[in-house]
């Protein structure tokens, strides 16, 4: 039977290997994200057309259903989203003459879009995950970071509605019961805050064991493990 000053030296032994295969795994983790984060945005870049058509469904999709009287249809010129309302402003503009036109909005959702590329570089760069695994976590990252830009352009188009657009457009904003302090404060979290924080707690939660093992967190609970066996120990001593 192993007496206390054995079962602390075995601790105290797991716990500097583990150290050093936390500093080894974290060194090789930075290495490759250095490497494949700058390709992950060229990709994420050169394929932007694409990743935006779902944003520019989803966002037609919520505002037609929103407010079907005050906006159209949602174009997409390359990765830029226009979208088109039913406002028309009631000053003229140079040119225009008698002629009435609504007022189009431009935003655009690569802004908001990083994430992907983002948490693409961070998946693809831990070290001997399985293909499978980084494509899975890279789909449904795909689809969160969707979300985000949807979120991100449909407040920046309002913020321009409400605020830029006019009188005419700001009480057609008004009259959905939107104020401009909730606008403000939601471009903010959009623009700000959403796209920044969003990718990286995601990989985190994904790849929650990988974190545990490289901050340490694993070893507490393995120390704890063999506190209680210390203690077991002591008990059967002092029964014998």
């Not at 790849?207 to 393995?222: A, H, M, P, Q, V």
């Amino acid at each position: 039977m192993k007496n206390d000053t054995e079962v602390t030296k075995e601790i105290g032994n797991e716990t500097a290997a583990s150290e050093n295969y936390s500093k080894h795994v974290i060194k090789d983790l930075l290495i490759s994200a250095v490497l494949f984060l700058p390709l992950c945005f060229f990709i994420w870049f050169y394929a932007s057309t694409i990743f935006v058509i779902p944003v520019k469904y989803l966002l037609q999709l919520i505002l037609t259903f929103w407010q079907p009287e005050l906006f159209s249809a949602v174009t997409q010129i390359n990765y830029h989203l226009s979208i088109e309302t039913l406002i028309f402003p009631s000053n003229s503009f140079a040119g225009q003459g008698d002629k009435l036109a609504v007022l189009d909005v431009s935003v655009n959702p690569m802004l908001y879009g990083y994430g992907l590329a983002v948490i693409s570089g961070l998946v693809v760069s831990i070290p001997g995950i399985k293909f499978a695994k980084a494509a899975m976590q890279i789909f449904f990252g795909y689809i969160v970071v969707v979300l985000v830009q949807t979120f991100g352009a449909f407040w920046e188009m309002i913020k321009h509605l409400i605020f830029e657009a006019g009188p005419d457009t700001t009480q057609a904003i008004l009259d959905t019961g939107l104020t401009p302090n909730l606008v403000a404060l939601m471009y903010q979290l959009g623009y700000l805050i959403i796209p920044a924080v969003v990718p990286i707690a995601y990989w985190i939660l994904m790849n929650n064991d990988f974190i545990s093992e490289i901050t340490g967190l694993n070893n507490i609970n393995k120390r704890n493990l063999p506190k209680n066996k210390v203690s077991e120990v002591k008990h059967k001593e002092e029964q014998e």
